[in-house]
């Protein structure tokens, strides 16, 4: 079996929603055996969504089609599917019931548009949405199954998950395992990274290691095939293990983990509280962290001090610290970290003070300047300690201001395990404050 995933949506086509659909279902079908031709992505257009349909039914045995069952003008899946089919669009009288049902559940009036909701292609069959108003729909065309989905993302993975499946698994011919997982690092750049890995990125092998970049995090992608699931399973957690061996300590998650949700752990791990105090990053260092369930446990607060009177009155921050050294420089991050521990009696602050431009850098301080302060109390005298790095980073401001927040976090993590700043390659120099 192969299979070909479409996409439908002018807000795909138009950049103006990300297609995270297509991925989700191609590492399932991998994860079956079943390997993707291609992923097509259409716009509301029911003369190319036919005609999609029809060429991909004449070339795979299963289509996976995401998007344009909404209740709207616009949403024109069915009708395409219904052309490509042949046939007329009937109300089902199962699928107005369950649409019916779930606006009674929530008391909420239904609009007459719902009703088209209902409408399947004549010899078609109906796919039950547990999570919302649109039903989906298993046809078959030139011995393809075809499956259409909701676009939304957590009603299609529902669907998918619950009811496609288990559908699948009984049609497909494969006893092929293909499993996939990615290592997810900051610090490094892709080369450095590829450089470490060496042998383990050597192709035609399994599983194979490839590298992506994405705001300066790299992911190691890791893919096992076998024909016995155990086997696959083995070689990739072999090949994951040696990836965060030897790319330690930058490694911080696989999957979809983040590095703020890593954080979070090893603060709650152990049980230790933090505050923020940032200037160029608006209060991104906060978002990031509060971003993760939990992460009230261990995030105390913080401070956005974006102007030098803020940080003298919120942070104590002192003038004359201000005009001997400028506001991007070490002793300022460490008095701003400093400020951030005193008022809120944390267990660690992480401060920020940069020039994220696109103006404002200087010669001695060109644009992607930033120094990071980090302050927590010694733990013999209870006297607060401080210390200051400072990177450089490339990029316009929103690359640069991004790319400093997850800095921060990074330098977090390794503070914990006490691993030294080195490790991040564009930390230029060290600051400590007793």
């Not at 107005?96 to 004549?122: C, G, T, W, Y």
Request: glycine content about 8%; proline content about 6%; hydrophobic content about 40%.
């Amino acid at each position: 079996m192969q299979a070909v995933i479409l996409s439908i949506g002018d807000e795909l086509i138009l950049g103006q929603t990300v297609d995270t659909n297509s991925a989700y279902l191609a590492a399932k079908l991998a994860e079956s055996g079943i390997p993707t031709l291609y992923h097509h992505t259409l716009p509301d257009d029911p003369k190319l969504i036919t005609d999609a349909i029809t060429q991909a039914s004449q070339r795979a045995q299963c289509i996976l089609i995401s998007g344009g069952l909404g209740p709207t003008k616009d949403d024109l899946t069915r009708h395409a599917l219904a052309d490509a089919m042949a046939v007329d669009l009937q109300e089902d009288p199962a699928s107005l019931d369950m649409i019916e049902a779930f606006f009674a559940e929530r008391k909420i009036p239904m609009s007459d548009a719902n009703r088209v909701q209902a409408m399947l292609p004549v010899g078609s069959t109906m796919i039950p949405n547990h999570h919302g108003t649109a039903p989906g729909i298993h046809a078959t065309l030139n011995n393809a199954d075809i499956f259409v989905m909701p676009g939304v993302p957590q009603e299609m993975r529902a669907m998918y998950d619950t009811a496609i499946l288990p559908a699948l698994r009984q049609h497909a011919t494969t006893t092929k395992t293909i499993l996939t997982t990615k290592i997810n690092t900051f610090g490094m750049g892709e080369s450095a990274v590829g450089k470490i890995l060496g042998d383990l990125m050597t192709r035609n092998q399994n599983p194979t290691v490839g590298t992506t970049v994405n705001n300066a995090i790299v992911s190691i992608r890791i893919r096992s095939e076998s024909n016995n699931p155990d086997d696959a399973r083995d070689r990739l957690e072999q090949t994951a293990q040696q990836v965060e061996q030897r790319l330690a300590p930058i490694t911080f998650g696989r999957d979809d983990q983040t590095l703020a949700a890593t954080l979070v752990t090893a603060l709650q791990n152990a049980n230790l509280t933090l505050a923020t105090a940032e200037s160029c990053t608006g209060g991104l260092i906060s978002k990031l962290i509060t971003d993760v369930p939990g992460s009230s446990n261990v995030y105390a607060g913080g401070w956005i001090t974006y102007t030098n009177d803020l940080k003298q009155s919120q942070l104590d921050v002192p003038a004359e610290l201000i005009q001997q050294h400028g506001v991007v420089s070490a002793p300022v991050v460490c008095a701003m970290a400093r400020g951030a521990l005193k008022h809120t009696q944390a267990d660690l602050a992480i401060s920020i003070s940069g020039i994220a431009g696109p103006t404002g850098g200087t010669p001695h301080k060109p644009v992607g300047t930033v120094w990071l302060g980090l302050a927590h109390n010694d733990a013999l005298n209870n006297t607060p300690q401080s210390k200051a790095i400072q990177i450089r980073l490339p990029g316009g401001r929103h690359a640069v201001r991004t790319r400093a927040a997850l800095s921060a976090l990074q330098w977090l993590r390794l503070h914990l395990a006490n691993q030294p700043p080195s490790h991040m390659t564009w930390v230029v120099s060290t600051h400590s404050e007793p």
